[in-house]
């Protein structure tokens, strides 16, 4: 396979575009938006610079063309990423459209952050070929993607969309069951909204609420999820240890989390609160300088352990 089509370049497809083509894939990318082009070719040129060493020193570049046809974008690609907007009923046409437009081999992957498979491959002739390839933002850098079969969903294609996903240095995790806002979305939100439970009682501001994930458990979620973290927590009893010790206090936390809903006054109140602590920061700043060091966070993670 050497042909690969992003459908739809925004954020996220033009992420995904400049990290296939670093891998030496030619890419058909496509989109309806007026200025599309232009601004894929911009964001892969922002974009470029930030790609990991590692991919970065094979120094390969496949050829990018840009074609506003769906069906001829399609054409003769083995692997189709999707990357639309994110409402069903657009998912569910443009996946009968794809479908359509391709043979029976190829393999559809789209990057949807909530809308299930089962959904998504429900107008298709061909549906076993249809899987959820989720990535974390920005994917031509962060490993994770998240890989999801619906009710119609063959083995094989997830066998080979995940031996894809490995062959470009990402880490794919496998969902079992479907599941809305999949496993890392579904974390996040967790964190996001007893955030915004603590902001909104007053018990820190949002940057100290922040600073108390970048210099905690922050940099230690980098190398171990909530598992093993709570089994290190456990001393040499591990999981059991720490059972032993902070059962109780998790039960009476549970207990005690705050469940807010996101209606427009608690809306207006978090953004007033966010943008007020970082009225300094422009976004297109924050996103280079996180950029620029998520690489050397990640090339840290693959190095060997020195004593
Ligand atoms: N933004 C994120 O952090 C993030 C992370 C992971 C996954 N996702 C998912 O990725 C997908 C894209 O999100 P995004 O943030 O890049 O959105 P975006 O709005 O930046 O980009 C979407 C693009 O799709 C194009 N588009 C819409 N309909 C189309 C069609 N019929 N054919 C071709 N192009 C079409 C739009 O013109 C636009 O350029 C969504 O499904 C979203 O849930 C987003």
């Not at 400049?18 to 938006?33: E, K, M, S």
């Not at 936390?253 to 970082?278: C, H, I």
């Amino acid at each position: 396979m050497r042909q690969v089509t992003v459908v739809g370049t925004g954020i996220i497809g033009a992420s995904w575009t400049c990290l296939f083509l670093a891998h030496g894939f030619d890419v058909v990318a496509t989109d309806i938006r007026d200025g599309a082009e232009h601004d894929l070719n911009t964001a892969i040129d922002r974009f470029w610079p930030t790609l990991p060493d590692t991919v970065l020193a094979k120094k390969q570049r496949g050829n990018l063309r840009f074609s506003t046809d769906l069906d001829e974008a399609c054409a003769g690609s083995g692997f189709i990423q999707e990357n639309a907007i994110e409402r069903l009923d657009a998912k569910i046409e443009l996946m009968r459209r794809i479908d359509a437009a391709t043979s029976k081999e190829t393999i559809i992957a789209s990057s949807s952050s909530a809308i299930s498979v089962t959904d998504m491959q429900s107008a298709c002739a061909h549906p076993e070929r249809v899987v959820l390839g989720h990535p974390f933002n920005p994917p031509h850098l962060v490993p994770l993607v998240e890989l999801a079969g619906g009710k119609k969903t063959g083995q094989r294609a997830l066998e080979q969309a995940e031996a894809f996903y490995a062959s470009l240095g990402k880490t794919p995790v496998r969902l079992e069951k479907e599941i809305y806002g999949h496993i890392a979305n579904r974390l996040q939100a967790a964190i996001f909204r007893e955030a915004i439970h603590m902001l909104d009682h007053g018990i820190a501001s949002a940057e100290d609420i922040d600073r108390a994930v970048t210099e905690g458990p922050g940099p230690r979620w980098a190398l171990m999820g909530p598992f093993m973290t709570y089994r290190l927590a456990g001393g040499d009893k591990g999981m059991q240890g720490f059972w032993d010790m902070f059962a109780p206090m998790q039960e009476k936390l549970w207990a005690d989390l705050g469940n807010p809903t996101p209606q427009k006054d608690l809306q207006d109140r978090v953004t007033a609160a966010v943008e007020d602590s970082y009225a300094d920061k422009s976004i297109s700043t924050v996103i280079r300088e996180r950029d620029a060091r998520l690489r050397k966070i990640l090339a840290v993670k693959k190095s060997p352990v020195s004593d």
